[in-house]
């Protein structure tokens, strides 16, 4: 099994409708991320969490929320959609230093119409 | 304000030679650099890294130079394989730091 998930895989919806991406992991680590990856743009960060207790903005998080239900589990929501959030959305973990391997999970393809 | 940078969005090899990408960074900060591959449909996988105090880094076919008077680093591959064919991402980070910078990424190609 994997070690990230993230579910759904693919979701298309509509402008204003409010969508939430899920992610779990079977790790065991304290730090989870939410990416978003877009062409020519790379992996940006939208919202990170070191435990239940911290989250933190990443440098993308305008239009963005997110829950830390658990050490395990991190969802990532969009409370209005809007298109230019079609993206490739990625969760990932990793243990503690930031310099620590980070493992991802198998992506959620988001489009916005 | 994009601190990693790679210049090439895209690169073809044949199979069997050398496939060199690079990535630029601006942040001096920075002392630890890693590469990500990512294959379609799926995550980025780490691939290898690097910490500032040293200038290279090998591993199997895969090796990662460091130039911090340029503040630039390069993958090699040698040989390239056709499974290599992915994106590559280069990221960044610090003790201390937060979080990791990732770079726009380079998709190679090997070609049989």
């Known amino acids: 099994d994997a070690d990230v998930t993230q579910t759904p895989r693919n979701r298309i919806t509509k402008t204003g409708k409010r969508i939430m991406l899920e992610c779990s992991q079977t790790k065991g680590h304290d730090r989870m991320y939410w990416y978003r990856q877009d062409p020519g743009l790379g992996l940006r960060l939208i919202y990170y969490s070191f435990d239940v207790k911290d989250i933190n903005k990443g440098e993308i998080s305008d239009g963005y929320s997110v829950s830390r239900q658990a050490q395990a589990k991190f969802s990532l929501s969009l409370e209005s959609a809007i298109p230019n959030q079609t993206a490739l959305y990625f969760c990932?973990?990793?243990?503690?230093?930031?310099?620590?391997?980070?493992?991802f999970g198998p992506g959620t393809r988001l489009t916005v119409l | 304000d994009q601190q990693v940078k790679q210049n090439s969005p895209s690169l073809s090899v044949q199979e069997g030679r050398i496939s060199i990408l690079n990535c630029d960074y601006t942040n001096s900060m920075f002392d630890y650099f890693l590469w990500y591959k990512k294959y379609p449909a799926e995550g980025p996988t780490f691939l290898i890294s690097i910490s500032s105090i040293k200038d290279k880094n090998e591993d199997g076919r895969f090796t990662v130079f460091l130039n911090k008077s340029a503040k630039h680093l390069s993958l090699h591959i040698v040989p390239s394989q056709p499974g290599d064919s992915a994106v590559y991402f280069c990221a960044a980070s610090a003790r201390g730091y937060q979080k990791v910078t990732f770079g726009t990424g380079t998709k190679l190609q090997v070609i049989p």
């Open positions: 990932a973990t990793s243990r503690t230093v930031s310099t620590d391997t980070q493992y």
